[in-house]
């Protein structure tokens, strides 16, 4: 190294040292703020994108000739989401498509793990609130109605409200405990407009209503 290299890496160091550190915890540790957040804002931005498109390529799976999704397909690119996006919405909803298909093809138990993954620790609420209904369907499917029944315990958000008791009714009369499956009912007609009201909640109604008969 020549002596005009060491006198400037010597003014380098003495600049530093005199102007480094007030540099490193005023302007710079404000651009490192900025540019960082720029950068895990196009991150999240990038992953966005790529869990986007597995799910959606997830549902395109359905596109076969028959409408029946391509199960091995459905395997991959579901395990593909959570391998790459494990714990977001995008790989939540995609366990959620994993799970239908399950049932679709009688692997109720397949169908309960996916389930209780998600329930374990949604990605947001309503996530959780619709893995814990299904799980609830799953289970009753596997005549486990009154583990099913405590799935469904405590309360649930207003826009989840109806069809959690309609679901609590359906167990209840699974269960053959009418008195409160009606009244579950009742709490579901009470938390719908009276135009979703009518249909298939007030045929259960009437079917309860005629047993009692």
Do not use: C
């Not at 486990?144 to 167990?171: C, H, S, V, Y």
């Amino acid at each position: 190294m020549s002596s005009t290299e060491d006198e400037h890496l010597a003014d380098l160091k003495d600049w530093w040292t005199r102007n480094g550190k007030p540099l490193v915890t005023g302007g710079l540790l404000a651009l490192v703020i900025v540019f960082g957040w720029q950068a895990w804002q196009k991150y999240q931005s990038n992953q966005s994108q790529g869990a986007s498109i597995l799910y959606q390529q997830l549902l395109e799976t359905t596109l076969t000739p028959d409408g029946k999704p391509d199960a091995a397909r459905v395997s991959d690119l579901a395990g593909k989401l959570n391998s790459e996006f494990g714990g977001t919405a995008y790989a939540q909803y995609g366990s959620l498509f994993v799970a239908k298909v399950a049932v679709d093809s009688g692997k109720l138990d397949d169908a309960a793990s996916e389930l209780k993954a998600i329930v374990a620790k949604p990605a947001n609420p309503a996530l959780g609130e619709i893995a814990r209904q299904r799980l609830a369907q799953v289970l009753a499917a596997q005549d486990k109605a009154a583990e099913a029944l405590k799935l469904l315990e405590g309360d649930a958000d207003t826009e989840f409200l109806a069809t959690r008791e309609e679901l609590k009714g359906d167990l209840l009369v699974q269960l053959g405990r009418t008195d409160e499956a009606n009244a579950a009912y009742q709490k579901a007609k009470a938390a719908l407009s009276d135009e979703a009201a009518v249909g298939g909640l007030q045929i259960k109604l009437d079917d309860l209503a005629k047993g009692d008969a």
